[in-house]
């Protein structure tokens, strides 16, 4: 699986952003989904993921209610949308993927996902 994460850019506290991430492959529709980001000096952390099938999702708690995660199994496409932006939430965003089932206290490590997009860098002022 291959994936390129796009949708990045500068906006305003308060404001909204969606992201995207298209993956090539056919197998994408049975991989888990997920969106990580790293802030400047900070390491990379979890955002938020949903299994293929659609009907899970689980959220990092700093972006629960502001941010949703969906996919698009027949475009290949998970989105991320970003609302009541902060700039703490200022980071690149990478979208990425895993073939292993769900399980609720492994889906935030990194070391969960094999596929990685390039990242899209998202800014949010004061």
């Known amino acids: 699986v291959q994936l390129q994460a796009f949708g990045g850019g500068l906006v305003q506290a308060g404001g909204s952003l969606r992201l995207s991430c298209a993956a090539s492959g056919r197998t994408f529709s049975r991989h888990r989904m997920a969106w990580f980001r790293q802030a400047p000096g900070k390491e990379r952390e979890f955002v938020a993921t949903?299994?293929?099938?659609?009907?899970?999702?689980y959220y990092a708690d700093s972006v629960k209610g502001r941010f949703t995660i969906s996919r698009d199994n027949g475009k290949n496409t998970v989105y991320l949308q970003m609302n009541s932006l902060k700039p703490e939430d200022t980071a690149v965003y990478y979208c990425?993927?895993?073939?292993?089932?769900?399980?609720?206290?492994?889906?935030?490590?990194?070391?969960?996902?094999?596929?990685w997009g390039q990242g899209t860098l998202v800014t949010v002022s004061s």
């Open positions: 949903i299994d293929w099938s659609i009907r899970i999702t």
């Open positions: 990425a993927a895993s073939p292993r089932s769900w399980d609720t206290r492994l889906i935030a490590q990194r070391t969960e996902y094999d596929y």
